[in-house]
């Protein structure tokens, strides 16, 4: 019966994160993380009922070029990108933890070398984009730049607010250095700019950077989230100031017009239907500044809605 509970809170949690898809006979099996990434001897593998409920975040994805010095890494359904300098690489995020190699075989199918990524970065520290760092971060050595709101659950390996749900811990992994937002990442004549634009969770972390196509500058956001997913609300908040949080983050956010929207859930940017038009010979397929903005007035009503109905189902306001 524990199991069987486990099980339902598990699928609770993660429900609200992506629309699930049917089953893919690609998925690869679990894989298992070197000693230096198993704290305690354990086994870091994805849930069997996560792998069902969300097959393309194990889906391999042929690697490619987004725009500028941009590439997209990740798989089927989880966002992992490289930027490529002429000093070295940046990475953004990890996936689960089997998404890790899969980034790593990636960089290399793309002709670059993992021992040349120099930073590691993070959007938010949710097992389905942290779950790969530690891994990522024992094979290339690079160090770790993640925020302070962030922190204690990248290091602790937990998902805030619901610690005793273990189904949805991810590798720890130690932070190097807390990025503050406004505060900038440099390297090779690329600057990334972070955005602290809490709520999904505490220290969610929106990357800014320009870009050069066809001779043209082009502002590209990599934004973390804004969905309430699984978060709890009211009465009883994920995490103390939440609803604040998401409220701050649309009010930033609301004159936010990049030319280039990316996600950690490609779904959410348009990223594979982007892709097919530049496959079709559309260099600029990426470039839509409407984007962002049509997706951040969707998310704002999902949680005015999102809350109001958490709140009635408290029988009160938060």
């Known amino acids: ?14 429900a609200g994160c992506a629309a699930p898809a049917k089953p893919s006979p690609n998925a690869p099996p679990a894989v298992q993380a070197p000693a230096e990434a198993q704290p305690e001897g354990r086994t870091w593998s994805t849930p069997d009922a996560i792998r069902e409920m969300f097959p ?15 590439y997209y890494i990740g798989s089927k359904g989880l966002g992992l990108y490289l930027v490529t300098t002429p000093d070295g690489d940046i990475l953004i995020d ?64 937990f998902y805030l607010g619901s610690e005793d749900l273990h189904e949805v811990d991810a590798p720890p992994v130690k932070v190097d250095h807390v990025i503050a937002d406004g505060e900038t990442v440099s390297l090779g004549g690329t600057t990334l700019t972070a955005r602290i634009t809490p709520g999904h969770t505490r220290g969610c972390t929106s990357w800014w950077l320009t870009v050069e196509e066809a001779g043209k500058p082009y502002d590209v956001l990599l934004f973390c989230s804004a969905t309430v997913a699984a978060n709890r609300l009211a009465p009883d908040p994920q995490y103390d100031g939440i609803v604040d ?9 609301k004159d936010w017009k990049p030319d280039v929207f990316l996600a950690n859930h490609p779904e959410f940017s348009g990223l594979w239907k982007a892709r097919a038009r530049q496959e079709a010979g559309d260099l600029l397929a990426f470039v839509d500044d409407t984007a962002f903005p049509a997706y951040i007035q969707a998310m704002q009503a999902d949680f005015e809605k999102q809350l109001a109905k958490q709140q009635a189902a408290a029988g009160g306001t938060d």
């Open 1 to 14: 019966m524990k199991k069987v509970l486990a099980c339902a809170a598990l699928v609770a949690l993660v």
């Open 94 to 157: 990890g996936g689960l933890p089997e998404n890790a190699d899969m980034a790593l075989a990636s960089i290399r199918k793309l002709g670059f070398d993992p021992a040349d990524v120099k930073i590691l970065l993070n959007t938010h520290a949710h097992f389905d984009h942290s779950g790969g760092l530690a891994r990522l971060k024992q094979v290339t050595g690079a160090p770790f730049y993640a925020s302070e709101g962030d922190r204690s659950a990248l290091e602790g390996g």
């Open 56 to 70: 393309t975040w194990l889906e391999p994805a042929e690697p490619f070029r987004v725009i500028g010095n941009i």
């Open 245 to 253: 949080d998401y409220r701050h983050t649309f009010e930033i956010t």
